[in-house]
């Protein structure tokens, strides 16, 4: 069975600081991936997915992820955070039967 | 355009009563899902559907029946809550391509005393 495991459940950051938010995944076949954020009292939003195209993968709001095989990661990074960026973000490996296997979320804080 | 629409969006049951959460979706998605939400452990999948008329359990289906009469809705029961059911219920769609988007609704918050 796939599975997802982000590293630390809160991230802190300052504002226009690097936001580095960590992911790992387990699966047999080559993978998609996808990122996915939700705002308080609010649905989740994509924010980028990876299907086997560039590796480096550019999404909404400054987002992007790169995927490397090798270490089985799939890590979601912004080179300058905002205030509106605060907000639960999950990874996901998506599993036959097109199904998401989420994993637990970062919450990530942002400071002034 | 409406997308993903849940209802109720909020509910308090007491344990042992019944309900049902509707998810409609108007983007003619054969795929359509049912997660809970949990602090600290994402969101499961309970149930699933493929097309109409069809469903399959998730990770965590114990307690819960679904049914998808129409394709555009899949809706979720409870026969006898229980406190562990407490949760925030997310309905998703998707068109079922590989590697394609799943489109998310609000959430139903579900309280059971």
């Known amino acids: 069975a796939q599975s997802v495991t982000q590293l630390g459940s809160h991230v802190s950051v300052s504002e226009g600081a690097l936001v580095l938010l960590r992911c790992n995944y387990s699966?047999?076949?080559?993978?998609?991936l996808f990122w996915y954020v939700q705002y308080p009292n609010q649905g989740l939003q994509l924010l980028l997915k990876?299907?086997?195209?560039?590796?480096l993968v550019k999404g909404i709001n400054g987002f992007e992820a790169e995927f490397k095989k090798s270490e089985t990661s799939f890590h979601l990074t912004k080179p300058s955070a905002h205030m509106s960026d605060a907000a639960e973000y999950f990874c996901?490996?998506?599993?036959?039967?097109?199904?998401?296997?989420f994993g637990a979320g970062t919450i990530l804080r942002v400071k002034s | 355009n409406a997308g993903v629409t849940q209802t109720p969006k909020f509910r308090v049951l007491k344990t042992g009563q019944s309900m049902t959460l509707l998810c409609a979706q108007d983007?003619?998605?054969?795929?359509m899902y049912w997660y809970r939400q949990d602090p600290g452990m994402g969101l499961r999948l309970i149930h699933y559907?493929?097309?109409?008329?069809?469903?399959a359990k998730g990770e965590v289906p114990d307690g819960y029946n679904v049914s998808r009469l129409k394709k555009q809705n899949f809706l979720l029961g409870l026969e006898s809550a229980a406190p562990s059911q407490t949760s925030v219920y997310f309905c998703a769609s998707s068109l079922g391509l590989d590697g394609g988007e799943l489109f998310f609704g609000e959430g139903s918050r579900l309280t059971v005393l």
């Open positions: 983007m003619n998605h054969e795929y």
């Open positions: 990876y299907t086997s195209a560039a590796t």
């Open positions: 996901a490996v998506m599993e036959y039967g097109n199904k998401l296997v």
């Open positions: 699966s047999s076949v080559p993978p998609y």
């Open positions: 559907s493929v097309g109409e008329g069809t469903t």
